[in-house]
Each structure stands twice: as C-alpha cells, then as structure tokens.
C-alpha cells in the first residue's frame, strides 16, 4: 500500500518560495521596475484625463491612481505567468517524494506664573495718551505681523502639499519594493500551485491569485491615493488655476 503523502500548509509554502526567490532571483529590483511602468501608467493617465476635461486636480489624480492600480494588477498577473514556467510541480502522480513537505518550488530564476509681592507704590503722574499712543502703535504692529504670516502660510501650505503628494508616492513605492519577495511568495504557492492537481493531493489550501494580490496591496495604493489626492484638493486652493503639479510648483518659485 503507497504511503499517503504529508499535508502541506500554506505558511511553509510561502516561506519556502519566499527562501527560493532570494535565493535564485531579483524579487525587489523586479518590484521595483513593475512599480516603474506603474508609476508611468499613472503619469499617462493623469495627462490624458486632464486633456480630456478632468481638470480638478484630486479628481484626475484619484482616478489616474485607480488605472494604474488595475495596470499593477496585470503586470503582476504577467509576472507569475512569467515566473511560473521557472518552477517545478509535481504532477497528479505525486512525484516529487513522500519523504515530509519537500521544497516544492525547485527551479531557476533570473525587507512655558509667577508670583508677586503686595505693597504701596508711589510713582510719577503717567500721561495716558502716551500710553495710547503705545498701545495704539503696538497693536499696529502686532496687526501688520499677523497680516504677514497669514500670507506667508498660503504658500506654506501648497509646498507642504507638494511634499506630502511627492513623500506618498515614494514612501509607497519603497514598501512595495521592500515587501515584494513576501508578495511575489504568496503569488507563486497561490497561482502556481492552485493551478496543479498537488495542493489537491497534500491537502493544500490556496486561494486565488487576485485575491492575494488585492489583499497585500489594496491598502497602500488607497492610504497613497488619499494623500495624493488631499494633496491636489491643497493646493487647487493655493493656486486654483493650475491643474497639475508642475503648474502648481511653477507658482510657488513665481511667487517666491
């Protein structure tokens, strides 16, 4: 009678597939070039919404930021179609040993008072116009300071727009970048394995493919798109005739 063959659990797939990947290939600098032509989608899409009509800056932003997402879902889809022809897997016959949860994924491949004191006080005689004049002129002063900084925290505003729109975008694309092998792991054991008869024969649980990919990057990309698209909404209020970034960044140095 043939030995059954040991259960295999997705946690340990993941972390075998993630080990081989290191190993054997590039997964970050691959991220970092799918993050690349995302990025460039999005730039294209912003153009062309905003030469369409849509000229509210967190509106063309917002929806440039959701046609990228959709280009990253498919590059990704690409990749581990790509990905999966480097990998071996066991066919229906269980090849592949009985001998515990071997390493599935074997092939090549290209992380602020005081006090005081109570007593009399005998002073001169004070002239109380003298002492209007003062106040008069301080609050004169204190007025024409407020007047000051209340024009100097409009641009203020708009360059701390343009810093937050420029910070997101970055900082988003850096954890993609980081995260890429644990992500490319979850797509190899969910793609490529569900599409096998093996997880059916050791009892491996998987999930599809899109739904991973939409669970470990949904998030970023909307908390990014939010901040972009605040960002826009900022400085349409600094500068409510420019459209885009660049505009926008063009008034500020104007008015610098």
């Known amino acids: 009678m043939k030995k059954p063959l040991p259960r295999l659990y997705r946690p340990d797939e993941i972390r075998r597939a993630r080990s081989a990947l290191l190993r054997r290939s590039y997964p970050r600098l691959q991220m970092m070039l799918l993050v690349t032509i995302t990025g460039a989608s999005g730039l294209f899409a912003s153009f062309v919404l905003l030469h369409e009509g849509m000229v509210v800056m967190w509106q063309h932003y917002l929806a440039a930021f959701g046609l ?52 009399s006080f005998d002073g001169p005689d004070v002239d109380l116009s003298l002492v209007g004049d003062v106040v008069s002129n301080a609050l004169g002063s204190a007025g024409d300071t407020l007047g000051a900084a209340d024009e100097l925290a409009v641009p203020l505003l ?81 500068a409510p005739d420019a459209h885009s970034l660049g505009e926008v960044i063009y008034h500020v140095e104007r008015r610098g």
């Open 158 to 238: 708009a360059i701390m727009a343009i810093v937050a729109f420029i910070a997101a975008i970055v900082c988003s694309s850096l954890f993609m970048v980081y995260t890429a092998p644990e992500l490319f792991a979850e797509l190899l054991v969910d793609g490529v394995l569900s599409a096998s008869l093996y997880h059916k024969l050791r009892g491996l649980r998987t999930r599809h493919w899109l739904e991973t990919a939409i669970h470990r990057t949904a998030l970023p990309f909307l908390i990014t798109a939010v901040i972009v698209s605040a960002a826009g909404w900022a400085m349409a209020l600094y």
């Open 68 to 119: 990228a997402y959709l280009v990253f879902l498919v590059l990704l889809w690409l990749w581990l179609r790509t990905r999966a022809e480097d990998y071996d897997v066991p066919d229906s016959s269980g090849a592949g040993g009985s001998g515990g949860s071997g390493d599935v994924f074997t092939g090549g491949g290209g992380q602020f008072g005081g006090g005081g004191a109570s007593g």
